[in-house]
């Protein structure tokens, strides 16, 4: 099945390559000590070869112990935290391979299944594993899973890391392989303390660290500035820049372009970008530019390598997510990045040559950066109990966490999910919670689609839940254009709100038979809203599988947005905020602690309204509220009884009003 019987002149030249990677140099070694046990655990420095390499030897020693391929029944999965990492690297493996992507070779993530009967070695998220642990508990397809950037420490690779070690007791033919970088290894030996541990020692080139003499103030400025400088002082060699997050990326990208001119190829790289712009930075530069740029999110860190990196420029900053138990808030805050991320970034200047790391912080600052904590300590776990108790984990304390989870965390997910209605008072899931746990949204956004049948408008829910699941489809170009995006904007803003001027936008969308030149014209992300369709499509099939009614309120009908706008309550009911009139300021209500939030200058609202709920709450300089639509007050109790209950409620300002 996999043997082909002559093999592209590519294939050849790439086998080469591979066969330097430091991964190689152990390959019998890791063979070997793969086929004795039934879990290892393998460390090795970024770039050694881990993800591209090593689940192609596993899927040999694989194929050596079960030649039988006409009855193939079998896959090797790979596990990747980051969507970008699955599709990315999947895709080189195929061309490594020599076969087409989907094929032998495939990948799966969230609303995008690239992967056929044929696939034998599939890369996935670690969330998507979970995903098929559901309705597949002992994972059956699989015979072997490797487990990448367990250092990442994300909340479904903990959970895996549980949920795996059990499975393994009932399958002894299942193979596991923990893979991650020189971090942490202590812990991970003393977690899976029976599984032998492989060290890839890295071929690192040593690198210089400099650091800042005095902190600095603003750190896009410093980390543009220090670009200039190393271009214009330092000899030839790509820069890498870590940064935090899009918006940032995309400024620093066009203001370093604009100084350095074709000089120099400047590159993004962030998630939420289409897969071939990502693929270039493996490319080589294209003259008459003689040195790549590559701005990215912490993906660079360990996800992904790029080769040819001699200079690497780190603020130290990377987006976190931060959960406050009290205030039941999850959000993502710029926060300093921990030591080993710091050796990790500088680390990516030493692939091919000598190179220099630009910290652009103090040293004292550096001794003072603290552990980043896993994400299961920083979040909110509503989601992972729903999903714990979807695979039959009642009892969550004896859960084998490698780091357990707070109580009040766990507290506090298991009131919102008995607020929603997904466990009942035996802690046990409801109907409305195993559907819930079968989409592949957070609770809330699941909750609003089940109810949106009751509301008569499951067709705009759907629609929706698709646009609130992709990137933002607003284009937001920087200088002159801006005026005219912002305009375009305009025309599609809905008076209530953000979630209806989504909702416009869909709808335009089709009106325009998915013109690709409509979306140019208006400034939307084309790419965006046809994911917008496919992922709309997935969540069509999973109602009409819970035979859900697909209605709409009619369009004439005064009710048509009362209606919608009640589902989307049904749904983030623990959501709300109200206008202090006094002051002019939103605080939220009930559990969220009456926090000081501000509207997110990118509503579309055009007057304060009393009520609203709102989907995210995002921490930078202010406390924001985003994504953000007019409700009324008298529909809580209206939508949520027992959560707004009048008699339980406290006595406070925000009830005598809505007494009112
Ligand atoms: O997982 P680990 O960090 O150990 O290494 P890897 O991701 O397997 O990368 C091994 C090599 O493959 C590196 O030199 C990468 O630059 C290269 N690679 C590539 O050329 N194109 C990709 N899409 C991914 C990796
Ligand atoms: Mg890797």
Redesign the pocket.
């Given at each position: 099945m996999m043997r082909k019987k002559t093999y592209s002149p590519r294939y050849w030249e790439i086998l080469e390559k591979r066969k330097n990677?430091p991964v190689w140099l152990q390959k019998q070694e890791f063979l070997q000590t793969f086929k004795q046990n039934q879990m290892v655990l393998l460390v090795?420095?970024?770039?050694?070869?881990?993800?591209?390499?090593i689940p192609q030897f596993v899927l040999e020693a694989v194929l050596n112990e079960n030649p039988s391929p006409n009855c193939k029944k079998w896959l090797v999965g790979c596990t990747q935290p980051r969507r970008v990492a699955a599709t990315?690297?999947s895709?080189?493996v195929a061309e490594e391979m020599d076969v087409e992507i989907g094929e032998e070779v495939g990948y799966t993530v969230r609303f995008e299944d690239c992967s056929s009967p044929q696939t034998v070695l599939k890369y996935l998220t670690d969330g998507m594993l979970l995903r098929e642990a559901m309705a597949d508990p002992l994972l059956q397809r699989y015979k072997a899973i490797i487990l990448d950037e367990a250092h990442e420490r994300t909340l479904a690779t903990d959970l895996l890391f549980g949920l795996l070690k059990k499975v393994l007791t009932n399958r002894p033919d299942l193979k596991l392989v923990v893979m991650s970088a020189t971090l942490e290894t202590d812990r991970f030996r003393k977690y899976f303390s029976d599984a032998p541990l492989i060290k890839v020692p890295g071929r690192l080139h040593p690198v210089e660290i400099l650091y800042t003499l005095e902190p600095e103030m603003d750190y896009l400025e410093a980390a543009i500035s220090t670009v200039i400088q190393i271009h214009t002082c330092e000899p030839p060699g790509d820069i890498l820049v870590f940064l935090t997050g899009e918006e940032e990326i995309e400024d620093a990208c066009s203001r370093i372009a604009r100084k350095l001119g074709d000089q120099v190829l400047v590159l993004p790289l962030y998630s939420t970008l289409p897969p071939a712009v990502q693929q270039k930075i493996?490319e080589p530069t294209p003259k008459p530019a003689v040195r790549k740029i590559v701005v990215s999110t912490n993906i660079a860190e360990?996800s992904?390598?790029?080769?040819g990196v001699v200079y690497v420029v780190d603020p130290g900053f990377s987006k976190q997510k931060i959960y406050e138990p009290k205030t039941c808030v999850e959000s993502l805050l710029v926060s300093p990045i921990s030591q080993a991320s710091a050796d990790q970034r500088a680390g990516r200047a030493g692939r091919t040559q000598p190179g220099k790391c630009f910290r652009l912080y103090t040293e004292k600052s550096f001794n003072d950066l603290k552990q980043t904590p896993p994400e299961i300590l920083r979040s909110n776990l509503a989601n992972t109990v729903l999903t714990l108790k979807k695979l039959g984990v009642n009892d969550l304390v004896t859960f084998d966490f490698m780091e357990p989870p707070a109580p009040a965390t766990l507290a506090g997910a298991l009131a919102d999910l008995f607020h929603l209605g997904a466990l009942d008072d035996e802690v046990n899931l409801t109907k409305t919670g195993e559907m819930m746990s079968e989409v592949p949204l957070d609770p809330q956004m699941a909750k609003m689609l089940m109810v949106s049948s009751q509301y008569n408008c499951s067709n705009e829910i759907l629609s929706l839940s698709a646009m609130l699941s992709v990137p933002n489809c607003f284009i937001r170009p920087r200088g002159e254009a801006s005026k005219a995006a912002n305009e375009a904007k305009s025309r599609f803003a809905h008076i209530d709100g953000d979630h209806l001027t989504l909702l416009n936008v869909y709808h335009a969308f089709l009106q325009n038979n998915q013109d690709p030149n409509w979306c140019y014209e208006n400034f939307i992300n084309y790419k965006a809203m046809k994911s917008a369709v496919s992922v709309r499509e997935q969540l069509v099939r999973i109602m009409k599988r819970f035979q859900m009614k697909l209605c709409s309120t009619g369009f004439d009908s005064r009710d048509y947005y009362v209606n919608i706008k009640k589902a989307l309550l049904a749904g983030y009911f623990m959501q709300v905020a109200r206008l202090e009139k006094t002051t002019g300021h939103y605080l939220t209500v009930k559990d969220t602690n009456n926090q000081l939030v501000h509207l997110h200058p990118s509503n579309c609202l055009d007057h304060k309204p009393e009520w609203i709920v709102y989907k995210d709450y995002v921490k930078t300089s202010r406390n924001f509220i985003r994504t953000v639509t007019h409700i009324r007050g008298e529909w809580l109790v209206e939508v949520a009884p027992d959560y707004y209950n009048l008699a339980k409620f406290p006595k406070c300002e925000v009830n005598k009003k809505r007494k009112r």
């Open positions: 990677l090795g420095e970024t770039g050694s070869g881990k993800t591209t390499q990315s690297v895709r080189r493996f360990t992904l390598t790029i080769d």
